[in-house]
């Protein structure tokens, strides 16, 4: 595995977006369904509320959302745009991608503005950016808009207590640049593994070629839930982060004790506090938005990237972290100099 630090990229976030479903849910309803005592969902997920959307609400009217915002923030038109990228977890149709569904609604039909789906579950908001970077640095592309929208209530079983309230629906944007190398902005470096015997332990086994209709509607049906070995994909992920984070501080070139933020994926709240802990952070480094947000998937970096820098904590110069996992079950970080 090569763990060599590889030249920075100039490379600036212009711009970020979030887009907030309508309908807000309290933790008080999952108690409710239940017959819970009051605060019972609170206290085990340290999940306030979260926002789930609505049937008006499909995923590529938020990402269109959450990119005009983001674009606004910028300064730049849709259609100054080089490239559209669609990190999701969940396509919102099976074809065409759901970045092209996104490009339409940003008034870019027409245009021949390339637009694409990557998706990493999670982590995909990370890998986007990492290709984003790359291609920006070959001069493929000067500017590129990144939306990831998820609808993770769409999913859920509702009698599963473990899953179903730590998941929220929501979508963010970022839009990225290349930038002269004396602005200071830079993408140092990013760094991702896979632990395959892991797969399974995260998954919706429907909505591919692998389960179909054919195979009766019943078993379509329960395929398309979420489904979720919470303890062991736990137990994976605190047996590599340690090392997986050792390898990207080597490859940026930056110790985690030199970073300003670090933005997680806000898989849980025993996952951010077991991050934590195990990397010895101070009290302020983490960016937690689950209280209010709850998992939103591939959204989550992203989401929390973009609240961080509207509450002033990262500012021009900082150095950063964007750090997730995914089914897979994966690891994924980049540092960027903001």
């Known amino acids: 595995?090569?763990?060599?630090?590889?030249?920075?990229?100039?490379?600036?976030?212009?711009?970020?977006?979030?887009?907030?479903?309508?309908?807000?849910?309290?933790?008080?309803?999952?108690?409710?369904?239940?017959?819970?005592?009051?605060?019972?969902t609170r206290r085990q997920l340290g999940i306030d509320y979260r926002h789930y959307a609505t049937n008006e609400e499909p995923a590529s009217l938020m990402a269109a959302r959450a990119a005009e915002d983001a674009l606004r923030r910028a300064g730049l038109r849709a259609d100054q745009l080089d490239c559209v990228i669609s990190a999701c977890s969940v396509m919102e149709q099976a074809i065409p991608c759901t970045a092209a569904l996104v490009h339409r609604r940003l008034g870019l039909a027409g245009s021949g503005i390339p637009a694409f789906d990557i998706n990493a579950t999670c982590l995909g908001f990370v890998v986007a950016l990492d290709l984003a970077a790359a291609a920006i640095a070959v001069g493929r592309y000067r500017r590129v808009l990144i939306v990831s929208s998820e609808v993770a209530s769409a999913g859920l079983d509702w009698n599963d207590q473990e899953t179903a309230p730590l998941f929220g629906d929501g979508a963010a944007a970022v839009v990225a640049e290349a930038c002269l190398a004396e602005e200071g902005s830079q993408f140092l470096a990013a760094h991702m593994e896979t632990y395959s015997e892991g797969a399974e332990l995260c998954q919706v086994r429907a909505g591919g070629t692998r389960l179909r209709i054919a195979d009766g509607l019943e078993a379509f049906k329960q395929g398309a839930h979420f489904e979720m070995s919470g303890r062991a994909t736990y137990r994976l992920a605190a047996q590599h982060l340690p090392r997986f984070m050792a390898r990207l501080s080597t490859r940026s070139g930056v110790a985690i004790g030199d970073l300003k933020k670090l933005v997680p994926h806000q898989a849980s709240a025993k996952a951010l506090k077991h991050l934590e802990v195990a990397l010895e952070l101070r009290s302020d480094m983490l960016v937690r938005v689950l209280e209010t947000r709850g998992n939103q998937m591939a959204a989550s970096i992203p989401i929390a990237l973009h609240g961080a820098i509207e509450r002033g904590e990262i500012l021009r110069g900082d150095l950063i972290a964007l750090v997730g996992s995914g089914a897979g079950l994966s690891f994924g970080g980049a540092v960027v100099r903001y």
């Open 1 to 40: 595995m090569d763990e060599r630090t590889p030249p920075p990229i100039p490379l600036r976030i212009t711009g970020t977006g979030e887009y907030i479903p309508s309908r807000l849910v309290r933790s008080e309803e999952f108690d409710a369904r239940w017959d819970k005592p009051a605060g019972w």
